[in-house]
């Protein structure tokens, strides 16, 4: 089963699977396939987080995030008074972080694929070079960057008409640029992205045009394999992000603290269950102090993920009312966008895959390398360009987190993956910035407390609190009028907003967790937004 965002690339990923690949095989074909079809946020020059989980029960994180220049600074963002400089961490090519995904994609291949590159890498190189038909989700996106296109000779090109108009449903995209891009790695390996043609094309773009990076930043990027972030859940395993993530982290501990109540029997989105879930989620945002870096920083997760620690913050949670998020010590997350994309892949030898890759925001810097047909990320701006001040989302910046050079900013991509008896059950993730460990949290309540397939619990409405700011996101019909009167009186404030996030997600084994296993795999995709699909081989 394959579930991602652009239903042509869930369909890649399948016919891998048909063709007698694994998991991984799939995922790396559907990463390559989104760079294509999905350019807003599927990627070659960005970064991501992949969960496994092997036949044989091992659970492993790659981290391909982006890293930063050697040429950055802690204050390359600020003007001489220290003030942030508006809009130079997010659009331009002092934005931009050394990507990781074609790193990251090689290393999954070469240690657990079966397939060869090239076969992987033919579908996307096919949707380039002939293109592909338009649909509304593929101009809805184009559409949230006409404006810097057309200030972008590189990106005019092939993002709009030859006359300079928009592109409309029904036309086709076609990237030559892109697929002679993918044809060089598919041929030559990473070494041709960071050693070769393509390094060279964008660092002479990105000197002509301001920036700061050179060939060595591509000549020094590695991918790592970390250990997971571990917890237990109703009796499943829990294998999630850890840092350069502070959304496994936070996933877990609330998890932790919810596991001692009884939110199946209190009912979904209750008073009851509701003040637990928001006070579980307030009490880890604030504890997400000092994440970052774990090659510059030495992160408490031990002690967050700790049950008995979650013990001691359920019983200083009172039962009828709110905590103030003033009384809690300061936190810290990272300003990171809500435009990314995940995808989860499992199959029927036991491979389970979940990533979330993302160039940051839509189209990230908006700027492309040169001829090589392709966006580079924004990812500078995940750094606190300001430690102690509040970014876009409220959320102060972090010591942690501020920028050094091959440093890795902090994320909250929570790539999931829940297991029992030795044996993957459900692949998880979702976009979000902030919101990310809370989109994903739903679905393994829904899943796991409620007893909803995997495309209930995807489709079910979210609840949101992240600290700072005080106040309680809800999307519209999330909570009964009469449970949102309640808590207002024990001393909430609800923000209601437009649905967010798009979860992708597999079950294993049965519609629903605890039915009989008929072998079969169940896929949800988050319909929040169009275009994508489940496609199960």
Known sequence: MVVSAQ??????????????????DAAVAVGYALA????????????GFMTLRTPDGQAIFLDFREHAPKAATEDMYRDTQGHVIPGLSITGWKAVAIPGTVAGLELALKKWGTFPRARVMAPAIALARNGYVLAENDIWLLNTSTEKFAANPYAAKIFLRPDGTPFRVGDRLVQSNLANTLQLIADRGPDAFYRGPIAEEVVRTSREEGGILQRADFEAYKPRILPTVTC????????????????????????DILSGYDLKTEGLYSTVAAHQEIEAMRHTYSDRRDLGDPDFVKNPVAHLIDPAYAAQIRNNIPADRAVPSASLLPG????????TTHFSIMDKSGYAVAVTYTLNGWFGAKVIGGSTGFFLNDEMDDFSSAPGVPNMFGILGS?????????????????????RGGKAIMAIGSPGGSRIPTITLAAILGVVDYGMTIQEAIDLP?????????????????????????????GYQFSVHQPWGSAEGVLYGGPRLGSKSDGHFYGGFDRRHSGGSAVGE
């Open 7 to 24: 239903q042509l690339a869930s369909r890649v990923g399948a016919e891998i699977l048909r063709e007698g690949g694994n998991a991984v």
């Open 36 to 47: 294509v079809v999905y350019p807003a946020a599927g990627n070659i020059g960005g970064g």
């Open 232 to 255: 237990h859940y109703r009796g499943y395993q829990v294998d999630t992000a850890p840092p350069p993530s502070g959304g496994g982290v936070a996933l877990c501990e609330i998890l």
């Open 332 to 339: 810290s997350a990272e300003p990171e966008k809500y435009e």
């Open 399 to 419: 010591r942690a987190n501020a920028i050094e050079p091959g440093k890795t900013p902090l994320s909250s991509m929570s790539p999931t993956i829940l297991s």
């Open 462 to 490: 979210r609840i949101h609190e992240q600290w700072q700011p005080d106040i309680v996101e809800t999307e519209p019909g999330a909570l009964k009028t009469d449970v949102m009167e309640a808590l207002q009186l024990e």
